[in-house]
C-alpha cells in the first residue's frame, strides 16, 4: 500500500481522446483532462468556466438556417451580419441594427439558404467581396450603420479564357458603339452568353466588348466597352472566364495589392488575379499588346491531379488550400513583387481541404482537412525548407467526429480557435504555439432542441464594442415554448477580478435587468415557457418558469441576469504517481480528499467521478442573507467515495457563478495487492 499526493498543475493539453487512456508515458497525459466541457483553458495553464451567452434577436424566419460573417472596418466600427434566404440584417454594439427603430434593417440578396455555408469572402476598408459558383461576384458596401448596398460587381475589363488557337473567326460590324453586331465564322455564342465579355485584337490593338443578345450560333449583338482595333475578321479573340453559373469563382482573397479569384467549377484548379492596386481591373495586357508588371494574371495549377482549390489565404506568401493539398503562391524571387511572368505555385503538402476558409494566426494557416475532421498548421519549418501540416487535432480525435462545419478566430482575451460541429456542440481550441498550449475544450449551450441539446449552427467573431476583447457571436437553434427558434447570442466577455461579483454572467440566451430593486423581471419573452436560472445581486436565486415573458424573485434585486443554466465539468485523466511496485495503473486506489486550487470562485462540487462534494465556502464572517464572497486559495473536500481502478477527480460548477480551477492535489491510497 502507498500513500501518494500527485498535483496536476495545468489543463494545457485540454480535453483527450479515450484512446489516450493507457499513455501515461506522454507529457501531455499529466495536463489533460478526460472531460472539459463549458470549460476555457488558459495559455498559463488555469481552467475557467465560460461566460453565458448574451441574447440579441430571432433572426428574421426561424424555420431557415442562417449565416454568420463578420464585417470589421475597425475595432470600434464592427458589424456581424446575418445571411439568410434572399436578404442580410446588420448587427452592432451588441444589438440589432433597426431603421426606424423597431423595424431590423435589411437588404436583398440572391442567396439562398442552401448556399449560404459556401459562400466566401474578402474585404477592404468598407467594401467586402463575395463569391458563390452559381453567382457573379458581389460587392457589398457601407457607407453609414443603415446604408448598405450590395451589388454585382462591374469589372473594367476581364478576365478572360485562354486565347483562341483555332481557326474560328470574329468580325464586328464598327469599332465602338451600344449595338454592333458580331459575325464568327463557325457556331461561337450560345443563349447564356448574354453578359458575357468578348476581347477582340487587330494588329497590336486589343479591345472588349459585352454581349448584349444572342441571334444564333454565329450572330450575336454587343456593346464596345474599350474601342476595338478594326472591323475585319480575327482569329486571335478570347471569351470572358466568367458567365454563368459554374463560371463563377467560389474563393477570394486579397494579396500584394491584387484581387484573387480561384475554385469555379468549370476551371477549378484556376487562379486569377486583378491588376496591381485596381481591384476590379483584369486586363492581361495593356489595350497595345504589351504586357506590363501590374497587369492581371491567371494561373492553373498544373499537378498529377485535379485539384479544385478550396480556400485563398495571404501572409508573406498566398497559401492555395485545394482538394488534393496545400500549394503556395508566391513571385519566383523572394523580395520580388508578383508580376505575370514570375508567377510560381508550389505544392508543399497533400493533406487536402475541406470548403471552408481557414483562419490566419500569425505566420501560420489553420485548416480544415477534407473530410471536416481534423484541423491541420500550415506552417513554414526551417529544417525542411518547406511547409507541414501537423494534425492539432490528433490528441483529441474524438471531439471532431461528425466534422466541423464553420470556424472562427479569437484573438483576445486568449488565442481561441472556436468551430460549429455538425451535431450543433461547439468546440473551442485554445491554441499558444510558442507555448505549445494546443488544448481542446467543448461547449454544450443551455437549454434544448428536440430531444437534444441546443445546436450552434454558425460562428463568426468580431471585436467588442470598447474594442478590449473579441466577442463570439451564435446562431443557435433553439426549442421554446415546444417551438423551433433560431436565436443570434454572444458569448459574453470572461468574468475577471475587476467586476462585482453582481456582474457575473453564467446563463446562457440571457438578459440582464438592472435597474431600481424589483421583484418582477419582464422582457424574456424569448424564453416563454422555459425553466431559467437566476442571479440576483450577486447571489443565486431558486431557478424559475417564464410564463408571460416574466418572472418573480423571492426578494427584490437591482441586478438580476436570467436565463437557461447549463453545467461546466472537468474531469481529470486517471492520476499516476507511482506504487511501491512500480505503476499505479490498474491497481485499485481511494482517494480519501483533494484540494482544488481556485481562483475569484463561488459555489463548486469536488468529488471521484460524479458522487460530489459541495465546496465549503460560507464561513462565520459570511454576513447571513447576503452570499459568500469569492474566494482565491484552497479548498480541501474530502471524498466519502473513492475505491476504484480509475483514480480521477471531477469538478462541477451548475450554478450561475464563477469558477477558475488552477491546480488539483488528491490525496490517494494505492494498494499492491
Not at 475589363?157 to 488557337?165: A, V
Not at 463570439?472 to 475587476?498: C, H, K, M, N, Q
Request: charged fraction near 20%.
Amino acid at each position: 500500500m502507498s500513500r501518494v499526493s500527485p498535483i496536476q498543475t495545468n489543463f494545457t493539453a485540454g480535453e483527450l481522446s479515450p484512446r489516450l487512456e493507457g499513455r501515461v508515458d506522454l507529457a501531455k497525459y499529466a495536463n489533460g483532462c478526460r472531460v472539459l466541457e463549458n470549460m476555457l483553458v488558459h495559455p498559463h495553464g488555469g481552467a475557467s468556466r465560460r461566460s453565458g451567452t448574451r441574447f440579441v434577436a430571432e433572426v428574421k424566419d426561424s424555420a431557415a438556417a442562417v449565416r454568420l460573417i463578420p464585417f470589421e472596418f475597425s475595432t470600434v466600427q464592427a458589424y456581424i451580419l446575418e445571411f439568410g434566404d434572399g436578404y442580410i440584417r446588420f448587427y452592432r454594439d451588441e444589438g440589432r441594427i433597426e431603421s426606424p427603430p423597431g423595424t431590423p434593417y435589411e437588404i436583398a440578396a440572391p442567396y439562398a439558404q442552401a448556399e449560404l455555408m459556401e459562400l466566401q469572402f474578402a474585404q477592404s476598408a468598407d467594401i467586402m467581396y463575395l463569391v458563390h459558383p452559381n453567382h457573379a461576384p458581389r460587392k457589398l458596401s457601407r457607407t453609414g450603420h443603415t446604408a448598405w448596398t450590395l451589388a454585382t460587381v462591374g469589372f473594367k475589363d476581364g478576365p478572360y479564357l485562354e486565347l483562341n488557337t483555332g481557326t474560328t473567326t470574329v468580325t464586328p460590324s464598327a469599332t465602338t458603339g451600344g449595338a454592333i453586331t458580331l459575325t464568327a465564322s463557325a457556331s461561337l455564342f450560345a443563349a447564356s452568353d448574354v453578359g458575357r465579355i468578348l476581347r477582340l485584337k487587330h494588329g497590336s490593338t486589343w479591345g472588349w466588348a459585352i454581349v448584349t443578345a444572342v441571334a444564333g450560333g454565329t450572330s450575336a449583338t454587343a456593346t464596345v466597352q474599350s474601342p476595338l482595333g478594326g472591323t475585319a475578321a480575327t482569329a486571335n479573340w478570347q471569351l470572358g472566364a466568367w458567365w454563368q453559373a459554374g463560371s463563377y469563382p467560389a474563393c477570394v482573397s486579397f494579396y500584394e495589392e491584387r484581387l484573387f479569384f480561384a475554385g469555379s467549377r468549370d476551371k477549378p484548379q484556376t487562379i486569377w488575379a486583378s491588376r496591381s492596386g485596381d481591384f476590379e481591373n483584369f486586363a492581361p495586357t495593356e489595350t497595345d499588346g504589351t504586357l506590363a508588371d501590374d497587369c492581371a494574371l491567371s494561373f492553373t495549377i498544373a499537378s498529377d491531379q485535379v485539384n479544385a482549390i478550396r480556400w485563398l489565404s495571404p501572409g508573406a506568401v498566398l497559401a492555395v488550400g485545394t482538394v488534393g493539398g496545400e500549394f503556395t503562391l508566391r513571385a519566383s524571387a523572394q523580395d520580388e513583387p508578383l508580376t505575370p511572368a514570375n508567377v510560381q505555385v508550389k505544392r508543399q503538402t497533400t493533406r487536402g481541404c475541406a470548403y471552408q476558409p481557414p483562419v490566419q494566426v500569425d505566420s501560420v494557416v489553420l485548416f480544415l482537412q477534407r473530410a471536416g475532421r481534423k484541423i491541420r498548421e500550415f506552417v513554414f519549418a526551417f529544417e525542411t525548407d518547406g511547409y507541414q501540416a501537423p494534425d492539432l487535432t490528433l490528441l483529441a480525435e474524438h471531439l471532431t467526429r461528425g466534422g466541423l462545419r464553420q470556424l472562427a478566430y479569437m484573438r483576445e482575451p486568449d488565442s481561441t480557435l472556436w468551430a460549429a460541429r455538425g451535431d450543433g456542440v461547439l468546440l473551442g481550441m485554445t491554441y499558444e504555439r510558442p507555448q505549445e498550449v494546443v488544448a481542446w475544450h467543448r461547449h454544450v449551450l443551455g437549454g434544448r432542441h428536440g430531444a437534444g441539446g441546443a445546436r450552434v449552427e454558425s460562428v463568426a467573431v468580431i471585436p467588442s464594442p470598447g474594442g478590449g476583447e473579441d466577442q463570439l457571436w451564435l446562431s443557435v437553434l433553439r426549442t421554446i415554448d415546444g417551438a423551433s427558434r433560431r436565436y443570434i447570442e454572444f458569448l459574453e466577455a470572461p468574468f475577471d477580478e475587476d467586476q462585482a461579483q453582481s456582474d457575473a454572467f453564467f446563463v446562457d440566451c440571457g438578459l440582464t435587468y438592472a435597474g431600481a430593486a424589483a421583484e418582477t423581471i419582464a422582457g424574456l419573452d424569448h424564453l416563454e415557457g422555459e425553466t431559467v436560472a437566476v442571479l440576483a445581486d450577486g447571489a443565486v436565486h431558486p431557478n424559475r418558469l417564464v410564463a408571460d415573458g416574466e418572472i418573480a424573485l423571492d426578494w427584490p434585486a437591482a441586478k438580476v441576469h436570467v436565463g437557461l443554466p447549463y453545467r461546466s465539468r472537468l474531469q481529470t485523466m486517471r492520476f499516476e504517481a507511482g506504487a511501491a511496485d512500480g505503476t499505479a495503473q490498474g491497481k485499485t486506489a481511494r482517494i480519501h480528499a483533494a484540494t482544488v486550487r481556485l481562483w475569484n470562485s463561488l459555489g463548486a462540487q469536488l468529488g471521484a467521478d460524479e458522487a460530489l462534494e459541495s465546496i465549503p465556502f460560507r464561513s462565520s464572517s459570511d454576513a447571513m442573507g447576503s452570499p459568500p464572497a469569492l474566494f482565491t486559495g484552497d479548498k480541501r473536500v474530502a471524498f466519502p467515495k473513492g475505491y476504484g481502478t480509475a483514480p480521477r477527480v471531477t469538478v462541477v460548477q451548475d450554478q450561475p457563478l464563477p469558477l477558475t480551477v488552477l491546480a488539483i492535489m488528491p490525496r490517494l491510497t494505492v494498494f499492491d495487492a
